[in-house]
């Protein structure tokens, strides 16, 4: 049964479900910061999945770095499978902008995390819903 | 007509050609550190290739991680699309080791780059040749 690493858990808010990946939002308002876990036990490297969850894999994280694009006016998509401290693989899909805290470095142990408050979260929440549509499962907020 | 970015050019060594993606090696002996760029002009974001070339890409990036993991003995293995600073779509491999000069951090801005010898390209190149048979072309070293 897929259960999520305690820190993801920790770090970050759940917002959904692709076919293939849980969708969540790093609860870092410095930038807007996804992530997406294979809902798949025991795997921290790429090529461990099968071959159709891995073009999953591409394929989601793929469409969801063009949606964030347009939807948050990225002047740059990073998109990075790294799992050094987390072994539960992971897929950080992160909105970059020329006048965020990090640019033009990767943003991590750049910046101390700042959290969001329940509006913020709201608000990206809807912001998503407007360019996550089909094969999305939006969870409770 | 694809043209390799100059910054790229510099700081790192041609491998050779997977069908897609030329293969560089980083010109920084801290970590085996290779870089996948597709020889296609004009993109700087995964989902601006078509999605052959896409499905190509993930294709060789995936086998790439795989193969350079056993090769050179990998604790985790990174890919990432970061792009920020050059703009023409590059996918780092990087080998990561528990005890290699950032872990467990992502290694950009850790450490200076230390440039490879010339016996030490020599010797990576002779490592690859052993793991990168098929739909691989090595360039003149």
């Given at each position: 049964?897929?259960?999520?690493?305690?820190?993801?858990?920790?770090?970050?808010?759940?917002?959904?479900d692709?076919?293939?990946?849980?969708?969540?939002?790093?609860?870092?308002?410095?930038?807007?910061?996804?992530?997406?876990?294979?809902?798949?036990?025991?795997?921290?490297?790429?090529?461990?999945?099968?071959?159709?969850?891995?073009?999953?894999?591409?394929?989601?994280?793929?469409?969801?770095?063009?949606?964030l694009?347009?939807?948050?006016?990225?002047?740059?998509?990073?998109?990075?499978?790294?799992?050094?401290?987390?072994?539960?693989?992971h897929?950080?899909?992160?909105?970059?902008?020329?006048?965020?805290?990090?640019?033009?470095?990767?943003?991590?142990?750049?910046?101390?995390?700042?959290?969001?408050?329940?509006?913020?979260?709201?608000?990206?929440?809807?912001?998503?819903?407007?360019?996550?549509?089909?094969?999305?499962?939006?969870?409770?907020?």
């Open positions: 049964m897929f259960t999520l690493d305690p820190r993801l858990q920790q770090d970050s808010l759940p917002i959904g692709f076919p293939l990946c849980r969708l969540l939002l790093s609860n870092d308002s410095n930038y807007p910061w996804f992530i997406l876990v294979p809902r798949r036990e025991d795997i921290s490297e790429i090529f461990q999945l099968g071959v159709a969850d891995q073009q999953q894999l591409w394929q989601e994280s793929t469409l969801l770095a063009q949606r694009k347009d939807a948050f006016d990225a002047d740059k998509m990073n998109v990075a499978a790294l799992g050094n401290v987390v072994k539960q693989l897929v950080h899909v992160i909105v970059r902008k020329h006048e965020d805290a990090a640019w033009p470095a990767p943003i991590w142990g750049k910046q101390p995390a700042t959290p969001y408050s329940a509006e913020q979260v709201a608000a990206i929440r809807e912001r998503l819903r407007l360019v996550l549509a089909e094969d999305f499962t939006f969870l409770e907020g």
